[in-house]
């Protein structure tokens, strides 16, 4: 759903939440369970030594290794030398590249704020960000970094630096009114904020519509993982 297109009182019913008292601690925790923790998943972390090891299972690699110690073998140094140099930067270069994809990963994690002030029972409540579900009501501080998705729902000169997402060097400025445009780009959907982003001055309240992977940032995390491997025309 385009949430920005979406009239406060429509998302508020859309996602079944209560302006004033929040999420039950009950539905929140059955919410939890069915789109799990606000997390941003992905394959599991693989050590130095086995992006290392994992380049020598190319078949290109392979071959040339192959061809370097026929060469060896039959007394042409220079020429297993020079097989030997290309197959050490090209391990070198693909190992660089996924080295820099999984630390860009870790990038996107380390943006995640570890708490957040949430709605619940009709208390303000600081928990865990990653307990976070959609339709929590969620409070944005001047500093704070924005937990989830939200639309929001108050904005009081509210700016979010969003310089993570659109690469804006200067913080948008935010309101509530619906978005009438169908197709606007992030940042101009000046009413919703977005997981990973900062506040920069004023403060507001959000409702939360999507969580984890589910995310602008979640998805950006799953092009991270899902890009495939261009093979050389050899």
Known sequence: MKWFNVEIGDAVSELNSNLETGLSSEEAARRLSQY????????????????????????LIIILLVGAALSLYIGHMVDAIAIGVIVIINILIAFMQELNMQ???DSLNEMSAPTAL???????????ASEIVPGDILKLD????????????????????????????????????????????????????????????????????GTGMQTEMGHIAQMLYTTEETKTPM
């Open 36 to 59: 799990g923790p606000n997390e941003l998943a992905g394959e599991e972390k693989a050590s130095v030594l086995s992006l290392l090891l994992a380049q020598f299972k190319n078949p």
């Open 103 to 105: 630390k860009s990963m």
């Open 118 to 128: 949430v709605m619940r029972d009709g208390e303000w409540n600081r928990i865990p």
């Open 142 to 209: 001047t500093g704070s970094i924005v937990s989830a998705d939200v639309r929001l729902i108050e904005a009081t000169q509210l700016q979010i630096d969003e310089a993570a997402l659109t690469g804006e060097s200067v913080p948008a400025e935010k309101l509530t009114a619906a978005v009438m445009d169908e197709e606007v780009a992030l940042g101009d959907q000046f009413n919703m904020g977005f997981m990973g982003t900062v506040v920069a001055t004023g403060h507001g309240v959000g409702l939360v519509t």
